[in-house]
């Protein structure tokens, strides 16, 4: 079974950029779709970014448009996300989660708010 493990969050600064990695071991995360999430304090869980298996299609929702960036490397068993001009409001905690590929990939991530389905995550904090 995959397991996935965040990494790279950190303390940055208004405008500052972070690059999370989300690592698979015990199995390859090759044809899964894979989605960031985020939990910021007393707020409900979001999914933020994703993409498919073949890692044609991405997404990213409108409030982290044009600043984050989803990419893979299945030979490393790799997915990022690349955030930049980041904002207070991103703080949270970052986590990824893996689906089988196939057309609703972004609709099952979203359906998904439980804790144990997504990785423990990694804290982003982002002071002003």
């Known amino acids: 079974q995959v397991q996935l493990t965040e990494s790279g969050g950190g303390l940055v600064q208004a405008g500052g950029s972070l690059r999370l990695s989300c690592a698979a071991t015990?199995?390859?995360?090759?044809?899964?779709?894979v989605g960031w999430s985020r939990q910021g304090p007393g707020k409900d869980r979001e999914l933020v970014a994703g993409?498919?298996?073949?890692?044609?299609?991405?997404i990213v929702i409108d409030s982290v448009k044009g600043r984050f960036t989803v990419s893979r490397d299945d030979d490393k068993n790799l997915v990022w996300l690349q955030m930049d001009n980041l904002k207070p409001e991103d703080t949270a905690v970052y986590s990824c989660a893996a689906e089988p590929g196939g057309a609703l990939w972004w609709t099952r991530l979203q359906s998904h708010q439980e804790n144990d389905y997504w990785g423990q995550g990694t804290q982003v904090t982002v002071s002003s």
């Open positions: 993409i498919n298996g073949s890692g044609v299609s991405r």
């Open positions: 015990g199995g390859t995360i090759r044809t899964y779709a």
